[in-house]
């Protein structure tokens, strides 16, 4: 299928997220980060945890639980509407598929700490849903910066091909040498036409 013709029913704002859209959803994980690193902090690397570290460690726990549900709705926005343009304008498929799978991993690791059965799968849960935490900036600024990349490549190759659809409106092929037809051949066809033009 011609992506063009995608892209001319797609308005310019369908893949591109609003403003205020994007500032809640980077504060949404801004606080998941953040909580989710000062539970790992006050779990991991607390020297003596005490009545101050398990308070801190119990809150940081609430806020990355209410953080995780609020992005769930937030990826559910986003799959309507961003990712759902996107895909079908091929546009930065490979890392939108990677940070989404992140998103998966981070949400059955979630789960698992919840309800996983055994004390070795939760601790492998735990490690693997905190490796993917920790990268998840990482991915997030790589989605970013090619998404960037690709908007100016395609708004470069829309004017290009704007520009060259007006340069034949301009220039009918009745009036231009094709690649078989010699300059003379061309020349005399263009004046022929032109002599011939009916005056209104």
Request: a positive charge; charged letters at 20%.
């Amino acid at each position: 299928m011609d992506v063009s013709l995608i892209m001319r029913h797609l308005r310019r704002d369908s893949i591109r997220l609003k403003r205020l859209q994007r500032y809640f959803l980077y504060a949404v994980l801004t606080l998941l980060f953040l909580s989710g690193v000062a539970w790992a902090y006050w779990n991991y690397l607390a020297a003596s945890p005490g009545d101050f570290e398990t308070s801190a460690k119990a809150r940081a726990m609430k806020i990355h639980g209410a953080a995780a549900m609020a992005i769930l709705v937030l990826i559910g926005m986003l799959l309507s509407g961003h990712v759902r343009f996107a895909w079908r304008a091929r546009r930065n498929r490979a890392n939108g598929s990677v940070f989404l799978s992140a998103f998966a991993v981070l949400t059955i690791t979630g789960y698992g700490l919840y309800y996983a059965g055994g004390e070795n799968l939760r601790a492998w849960t735990s490690w693997l849903h905190l490796a993917v935490g920790l990268a998840l900036p990482i991915l997030l600024l790589i989605h970013i910066f090619l998404g960037r990349r690709t908007r100016r490549s395609g708004q470069s190759r829309t004017r290009s091909r704007l520009a060259f659809r007006g340069a034949e409106d301009r220039y009918p092929k009745s009036l231009t040498a094709s690649s078989n037809t010699r300059p003379d051949q061309a020349s005399k066809t263009a004046e022929f036409q032109v002599a011939h033009r009916p005056v209104l």
